[in-house]
């Protein structure tokens, strides 16, 4: 078994990972993690669906990195499995997991709890209910450039499509998120 | 004239692109233009830049602890069953090529001598009638070959066997293995097949998390293995329609009442493993740490499930 440290080159770890090194595997796993369980959080809006989809993503890409022959990023390609898994999942627990009925963050003022961290803390709470309520086809744009940080160019990438669609699409999640969080105006930490 | 008209457009379709600055910086200039004197793309810019800054507060969360345990396992779970069901196909099919050509021989020797000793085609050809057998049914399905069984026996044996002798630690990793013959399934097949598609609580014990879902046929009925895990504790319930009767290897079950549930109890002093259920479905709880009031819980969980499914 070869000895792969996370400061190797990723390429060679996912050699290794190819040839079905566990270590390797826990390097990929634990340089990827966060970025997983992030968006499938913020997907779902909820950490036992974001439990399973990590698992499930992490299965998938163990047994279909065969498949991934760097011809675009990894990232990219992981981006994808992400977001189909989540979406699934979504799709699996509509009637298990429903999510909160619209909620009444915006009834948030800076006359309640008077701590800004506990405003902060309510405010992202807010902010992930409703984003989690976005179709996917908008909330993908709106996690890729906000929980990841992509370009619209990435993010087209990532999604198939053109980067003047995921425009459009950040423009109506944006128009969609200022409605729903209204009230928050004037409160935001 | 033309490059006045374009300062008129309205830059709705932009502004999130103008927001994040990802425009060319003639198109950025336009859509800045334009906002300096349209009332309704300004107002609309101003949606977008809060939007913005709300959504900013969607940072990176950290994955949780355990969550590469419980990969781990499914991982090494998922190459060793696949590994062995190719092997076991293999092995099937060589077998079978074999057991095929010495059948043949054999069939054809015995007609041979039947012709020559008892001169079959002047008799009936008829053997004298065989009683109705009692298949046992195994994890891995009956025999083909043999009649429909009466009673199919799903045989836990093997499992409560390795499970009476694991100390604490690998209790954990025993209880959440999968019974011989299981495969994982998708988590909405499981929950239906063990009944459980009418809940909303996902999980019969607080903490603990529905982590893996496995499926195996015996005779003609479904037998859904349900893991459920919380840190370095597990438990498994196993789900069976009430035709299936459950069988435990060398160990026996006695009546037992737990917490006002009557139920079976595997008679072994190093585990706590309850049958239970009536009606459609039939359950075995099989644990090691759990205390009588979280197995009363887990019992009442899924009976209570059953219920809802129709089960009177």
């Known amino acids: ?189 | 004239m033309r490059f006045w008209k374009r300062w008129e457009e309205h830059v709705t379709d932009d502004l999130s692109a103008y927001s994040d600055c990802m425009l060319p910086p003639q198109e950025s200039a336009r859509v800045s233009e334009h906002l300096k004197h349209c009332e309704s793309c300004a107002h609309e810019y101003d949606e977008v830049r809060f939007a913005g800054t709300l959504a900013r507060h969607l940072a990176r969360a950290s994955a949780p602890e355990g969550l590469w345990s419980s990969i781990e396992r499914r991982w090494l779970e998922r190459t060793t069953t696949a590994w062995s069901a190719t092997e076991q196909s293999r092995w099937l099919t060589l077998r079978g090529s074999w057991l095929a050509g010495v059948g043949a021989l054999l069939a054809l020797s015995l007609v041979l001598v039947a012709l020559i000793r008892f001169d079959l085609p002047h008799r009936a050809t008829r053997p004298p009638g065989t009683s109705e057998m009692t298949s046992v049914g195994t994890a891995a399905g009956g025999s083909k070959s043999t009649p429909a069984p009466a009673l199919a026996h799903f045989n836990l044996g093997t499992y409560l066997e390795t499970l009476k002798a694991a100390s604490p630690e690998q209790s954990y990793r025993l209880v959440s293995a999968a019974s011989p013959g299981f495969v994982t399934v998708e988590k909405e097949e499981a929950l239906r097949m063990a009944g459980l598609s009418a809940l909303k609580k996902m999980t019969p014990l607080p903490g603990y998390r529905l982590l893996t879902y496995r499926a195996s046929r015996v005779g003609k009925s479904e037998v859904v293995q349900l893991v459920y895990e919380k840190g370095k504790e597990a438990f498994s319930v196993f789900v069976a329609p009430h035709q299936l009767k459950f069988s435990y290897g060398k160990e026996s079950c006695i009546d037992a009442k737990v917490r006002d549930i009557r139920c079976q109890k595997v008679d072994c002093p190093f585990q706590q493993s309850y049958v239970f259920g009536g009606g459609r479905y039939l359950c075995a709880l099989v644990s090691k740490s759990l205390t009588a009031e979280q197995a009363a819980a887990v019992m009442r969980y899924f009976i209570s499930a059953h219920k809802r499914n129709g089960d009177k």
Request: glycine share 4%; charged share 30%; aromatic share 8%.
């Open chain 1, 1 to 189: 078994m070869m000895a792969v440290t996370v400061n190797e080159p990723q390429n060679d770890v996912l050699e290794a990972c190819r040839r079905g090194d566990q270590d390797a595997l826990r390097v990929l796993f634990e340089a990827h993690k966060d970025r997983v369980y992030s968006l499938a959080l913020r997907f779902t809006g909820d950490g036992t669906a974001a439990w399973d989809v990590t698992q499930e993503v992490f299965i998938k890409v163990f047994s279909k990195l065969r498949e991934f022959r760097n011809q675009s990023k990894f990232e990219t390609w992981l981006y994808r499995i992400v977001l189909n898994a989540c979406i699934d999942e979504q799709r699996r627990n509509k009637r298990f997991v429903p999510f909160a009925e619209h909620h009444q963050h915006n009834q948030i003022s800076e006359d309640q709890p008077q701590e800004k961290s506990y405003v902060r803390r309510q405010v992202t709470e807010a902010v992930q209910q409703a984003v989690a309520r976005l179709s996917p086809k908008v909330k993908a744009p709106i996690l890729l450039r906000y929980v990841e940080g992509l370009s619209y160019t990435e993010i087209a990438e990532a999604l198939g499509c053109r980067a003047g669609t995921v425009a459009a699409r950040l423009n109506r999640g944006h128009k969609i998120l200022a409605r729903e969080l209204a009230g928050l105006r004037g409160v935001t930490p």
